[in-house]
């Protein structure tokens, strides 16, 4: 079955930046919509950024020219390249995917476990 592991999470400060990789396994990233997603304590989880196989990207308004979702065909795996972060971007954030070529706006099949990103 289809195995996502996110990792690169960590503390920094405001402004700073950070890059989270996802593995995937049983699920070649270049087939099918991806997304990153968070949540923060209390909050209801929210997509943040989408690739399809096209190529074709969405982003959460407020991460639009800070965040840039991208994948490696040949590592098989998927990044979000973080820029510019503010103390409202701390939460956990999950890699997830879907068995189709197109994205269903927000819509996921299989989810990573999360990784913690904390900004001060």
């Known amino acids: 079955h289809v195995q996502l592991v996110e990792s690169g999470g960590g503390s920094v400060q405001a402004g700073g930046s950070l890059r989270l990789p996802c593995d995937a396994t049983?699920?070649?990233?270049?087939?099918?919509?991806m997304g990153w997603f968070r949540q923060a304590g209390g909050r209801a989880r929210e997509g943040v950024a989408r690739i399809d196989s096209d190529g074709n990207t969405e982003y959460l308004w407020s991460v639009k020219g800070r965040f840039t979702i991208s994948r490696d065909n040949v590592q098989n795996r998927l990044f979000l390249q973080m820029n510019a972060l503010q103390p409202e971007d701390t939460a956990t954030y999950y890699c997830?995917?879907?068995?189709?070529?197109?994205?269903?706006?927000?819509?996921?099949?299989?989810w990573g476990q999360g990784t913690q990103v904390t900004v001060s």
């Open positions: 049983e699920y070649t990233v270049s087939s099918g919509c």
């Open positions: 997830a995917s879907r068995p189709f070529a197109w994205c269903f706006e927000w819509a996921m099949n299989d």
